[in-house]
């Protein structure tokens, strides 16, 4: 199966979709095109990835282009063969006059639910505080979401430069909203940041995934933790290769996790800025990291368990997991 439980939104706009938007706007074509433009050429730090990614910002100004590009990533997914995509997204960063943090949430879900009109895969939208905004802002941000909750909105997410912002503290009231209102909570840790950082994440947010944990592997205790706790990690090799947090995809963790015992779920994070999409990311994790038949049917039945999925998705899932 490919169930994908860490996907960007910003990281999936196609380059067609960059140029066309961008005509509208009157922006120059890079000298290049917009298909370099928004792609990585080498494996950097997380700093360098993320301004990658903030390129494809531009494009999210407007209903019509949330929607478009929403619509489309889930299109994409179906073409990649995926049985379910759960998409990232960061609205506070895409608010303009006339276009509320709520218009932008709710565009993105029209967007998602007419992909899945289109092709019969479901898809729901986890909303991503960031760490570079403020407290106010991220607490709205939050609460947009939770007004959400069951009608698109599957769960929240702390994304945004690990490095530049570790403490998790200040999200502590924002995660209480999501909580409250039944989300599913995730956050990015111990990618760019140490291990302790994803027991961080659990303890002082809540959280039952944590998105990347490369680190997570240089502190064995904490694995012996993760693994009797349960927490789900969001493994993303070739991302995790390409922000730094892994010197080569052989060096990646996922193996150690496996043997620790730990639930493991898989993402292809920012596949446009990557050019490795889900499809790709499994067989990479069968033919270099050695998950064998086993282990890749074990990951199957961790992520449908882990979605932030309703009841009757989960049901389907489980049901062609059976078929298959």
């Not at 928004?38 to 950097?44: G, H, V």
Request: some cysteine; charged content about 20%.
């Amino acid at each position: 199966m490919l169930i994908n439980l860490h996907s960007h939104l910003e990281g999936r706009v196609r380059p067609a979709t960059a140029a066309a938007i961008a005509r509208r706007l009157g922006a120059p074509e890079p000298p290049k095109g917009w298909e370099e433009a928004l792609q990585l050429d080498r494996p950097a730090d997380l700093t360098v990835y993320l301004t990658k990614v903030a390129a494809t910002y531009p494009f999210f100004n407007s209903w019509d282009n949330v929607f478009r590009i929403a619509c489309e990533a889930v299109q994409d997914a179906a073409a990649d063969s995926h049985d379910y995509l759960e998409l990232r997204f960061g609205p506070a960063t895409h608010v303009r006059p006339g276009f509320s943090l709520d218009d932008v949430i709710a565009a993105a879900c029209e967007g998602i639910a007419e992909g899945t009109r289109l092709t019969g895969m479901p898809a729901g939208l986890v909303v991503a505080l960031l760490r570079h905004h403020d407290l106010d802002r991220n607490q709205q941000v939050a609460r947009a979401a939770s007004r959400r909750a069951g009608r698109g909105v599957a769960g929240l997410d702390l994304a945004g430069d690990e490095l530049l912002f570790p403490d998790l503290e200040p999200f502590k009231p924002a995660f209480a909203i999501a909580k409250a209102a039944g989300l599913g909570l995730t956050c990015h840790a111990a990618e760019a940041a140490p291990a302790e950082a994803a027991r961080d994440a659990v303890d002082l947010l809540g959280v039952s995934r944590i998105g990347h944990g490369a680190h997570m592997v240089e502190n064995p205790e904490l694995l012996c933790w993760a693994a009797a706790e349960g927490v789900v990690v969001e493994i993303c090799p070739t991302s995790n290769w390409y922000t730094g947090a892994i010197p080569t995809i052989l060096h990646h963790p996922a193996p150690a996790f496996r043997r620790a015992g730990l639930r493991l779920v898989l993402g292809d994070d920012n596949p446009m800025q990557t050019r490795s999409w889900l499809r790709q990311e499994r067989v990479l994790l069968h033919h270099q990291l050695h998950f064998d038949t086993a282990a890749l049917r074990r990951l199957d039945e961790d992520s449908i368990a882990a979605a932030f999925v309703e009841p009757g998705v989960r049901d389907h899932l489980i049901k062609r997991l059976h078929q298959a």
